[in-house]
Each structure stands twice: as C-alpha cells, then as structure tokens.
C-alpha cells in the first residue's frame, strides 16, 4: 500500500525526495531530505481478539490453529464409582472433525476403544488416577483417528464418576 500511495504521490507532482516507502521497523530521518537509516527498532505483531489487545497467548493461537485445521472431539463418558464401569453409551460431540450423522461406525469404535480403554484402566486393582486416564484416552484416540482420517482433531475427555 505504501509503494502504491508513492507511485500516485509522485504523479501528482511530488519530489521523489520527499516520498519514504519503508519496511516495518525501519527509522526514517526527516529534515531537508527524508532518509532511512540502516539501523531498525524490534517490532513485533499485536494480536487484536475482541476486546483484548496483545492478551492471546501462543498456546491459544496454536489451539486456534489446531481447532480450524482439525476440529475438536469432545467425548463424555459416565463411570460408576464403584464399579469403574462404564454406564450408558458415551456421549460425543464433534464440531469441525467428522459430520456425525455420517459417521456412525467410527463412532461406534471409537466408544468402544474408549470402553476398552477405561475398563483397562480399572483393572489394576489401585486407585484411579484420572489424569492419566485423560491422557491416555486423549494419546489412543488421537492415533485412532489418524488412523482412519488422518486427521488429530483436539481431543477434550470428560470423565464423570456416579
């Protein structure tokens, strides 16, 4: 844009002189002749997101990015307390990964593997420890899904004890 307005600055009749196109950073010295120095100041970019300025963090853009390349799979699973069993069927939501009405036999594994996955985990006679379970659900679905779409969607368990 800046090279644009100097091509039209000039054919109105400016002196060439008087017209600096410089890059971001670049320190222009002004007085009988306009120059740009050599030396440049650091800038950097500002990220504008709704009412913040410079507030999104680069795990948040990087999330951003994931969630529009692959989408987000959030999978709910209900589990006994007692049992460690796994009640009902999971509940599933899928927002710019697969269409789901479209996909019911890769649903349908991918409650399985999560069943599989949670009744592995309580076989080992201790206390449950949740955090690992998420990242093991999280790790063995995200290759899953490559496997079958080539695609790792952001993948967000949520474990709910009855």
């Known amino acids: 844009m800046l090279k644009e307005g100097a091509k039209i600055a000039v054919k109105a009749g400016m002196d060439k002189r008087n017209i600096a196109v410089p890059d971001n950073g670049s320190i222009i010295e002004t007085g009988r002749d306009i120059k740009i120095l050599d030396k440049k100041v650091l800038t950097n970019y500002v990220f504008v997101d709704g009412s913040g ?6 795990v948040v853009l990087n999330d951003r990015k994931k969630m529009a390349e692959s989408g987000i799979f959030v999978i709910v699973a209900v589990i006994d307390r007692k049992t460690g069993k796994v009640l009902g069927s999971p509940d599933i939501i899928s ?52 496997s079958r779409t080539e695609r790792r969607p952001i993948i967000i368990p949520v474990i709910i004890e009855v």
Request: net charge positive; no cysteine.
């Open 53 to 58: 300025i410079g507030d999104v963090g680069e």
């Open 95 to 146: 927002r710019g990964f697969i269409y789901l009405k479209e996909s019911k036999a890769l649903l349908a594994e991918t409650r399985k593997k999560l069943v599989g996955i949670i009744h592995k985990a309580n076989s080992t006679n201790g206390a449950i420890n949740w955090a690992n379970m998420k990242d093991e659900i999280k790790s063995k679905l995200s290759d899953f899904f490559f």
